[in-house]
Structures are given as C-alpha cells and as structure tokens.
C-alpha cells in the first residue's frame, strides 16, 4: 500500500501564498494524510544520513533543481508515498488513481513531445513528468532510479541529469518485474503547458470538468515547454518546479 503521505519541498519553511493556497487543495481532499514539507536542509541531512555515498554528487551538481529532483527520488524510495510539486493543483481524492497499484508516475501531454524540446528517442518511448510521483516504500524501481543518478551527473541539461528526460530514460531501461502504472496525461496532466497560459483554468466550470477524469492539474509554472534554453538557465532561480 502507498503510505498517505504527501511530499513537497521548498527552500524553506517560508511558503509563498500562491504555494500555500495549492497545497490546501491537497489537504482539503484527504482529510487525515500527513503532509509534510521538506526544506532544502531536510533534503541535505537525507541524503547525508540514508545516501551518504551519493553525497558528493548531490552537492555538486550545477542546477539547485537537480539537488531538488534528485532528492524527490530518494523521499520516496526511503519513505515511500506521494510527491508533489508545489505548482500541482488537487482536483479530488487520489485514492482510486493508487488503489492496488505500488507506484504510479505520469505521461506529460502529447504536445510536450514535440521536437526540439525532446531529442529522439526510441519507438515507444513516453515521456514522463517528475511533478506527481507515488510508490510504496523501497520499490525496486527507485533503486534502479538511485543507481542511474550518477552516470548523468555531468549532463548538459538539467533536464537530463536528473529531470523528466533523466526519469523518461530510467522508465525506458527499466527492466522489471515490478510494475509501473504511467498514467496518461488525462489524469494527471490534462492541460498543458499552452493551454494554462492562455487561461484555461481561469474559465468558468473548468476545474469541474476537468475533475470528471483528472485527479488533478499541473500549473506548469516552471514549464520548460515554450523555451528549452531560457527556462534551463532559470531554474536556478526558481528552483521548485517542472
């Protein structure tokens, strides 16, 4: 069973309202799981105390997002249960999307695939978002994950060091038998990066439609869909979000 726990990380203890507001949303549709806020000095003390080996590399890497996307990956194989980028907006009880699955990620919408912005790759291949994770604790699947983490340390783009592009890769290597529930787009990611910006979620009645197949609905607000490069470069600055 995935454990009733949602993470989320922020630098500090210090939540912008818009944050706080989305984070609510998560709390008001399940009464009685923990959530808990991680800082970037929780995400250092565990990775110094359950990764020690992964340590150096952790704190070398070039973007701070990579240190955040990294850590994710740990929280949940060491803890197991839902991670959540501050930017996800709950739309209604997850309980169905995890019912006796043991871990569950998300294809990004189609749109997202489009070249540039992703290199070729395979026949088949899907491309997955890092924003809503969800396993059991210790799945087979994130010691795969933690093992991959070094070899793409020196990476390019942050994107591949240990972002969407980096967990896409894992997913497609990823040799089993343990399965892997990748929900489509629709209920998890079902607007993308466009369609937010141009104010889908700001008509009247959209939340309510979107709720009758999606669980819930990614902000994008730190989407690297409309500019590979400029949003690559900023990420250090805004160090929270796909």
């Known amino acids: 069973m995935i454990p009733r726990v949602v993470h989320q990380t922020w630098k500090d203890r210090d939540l912008p309202e818009r944050w ?11 009464p009685g799981w923990e959530l808990r806020l991680w800082t970037d000095a929780d995400l250092r003390a565990l990775v110094a105390q359950h990764y020690p080996a992964f340590l150096s590399i952790w704190e070398a890497y070039t973007h701070p997002i990579s ?3 990294a850590a994710r990956y740990l929280l949940l ?4 249960g839902v991670y959540a980028d501050l930017d996800f907006e ?3 009880p997850i309980g169905p999307l995890l019912e006796s699955r043991t871990l569950v990620l998300g294809a990004e919408p ?3 695939e489009a070249p540039p912005l992703v290199r070729p790759r395979p026949a088949g291949f899907r491309l997955v978002c890092n924003a809503f994770l969800a396993s059991t604790p210790r799945h087979p699947f994130w010691e795969h994950v933690v093992a991959t983490l070094p070899a793409c340390a020196t990476e390019r783009s942050a994107l591949d060091v240990a972002g969407p ?19 489509p787009a629709a209920q998890l990611y079902p607007l993308d990066k466009h369609e937010v910006a141009g104010g889908a979620l700001d008509r009247p009645g959209a939340r309510t439609r979107l709720a009758r197949h999606a669980f819930a609905v990614h902000h994008w607000a730190g989407s690297w869909v409309s500019d590979f490069r400029s949003r690559d470069r900023a990420r250090a600055s805004d160090p929270r979000t796909h």
Do not use: I
Request: a positive charge; one cysteine or more; hydrophobic letters at 40%.
């Open 67 to 69: 240190r955040v996307d």
């Open 77 to 80: 194989h060491r803890h197991g």
């Open 90 to 92: 709950c739309l209604r």
């Open 20 to 30: 706080r507001a989305l984070r609510n949303t998560w709390r008001a549709h399940h």
């Open 165 to 183: 592009f980096f967990l896409s890769d894992a997913l497609a290597a990823w040799p089993g038998p343990e399965p892997v529930y990748v929900a």
């Open 110 to 112: 189609d749109g997202h």
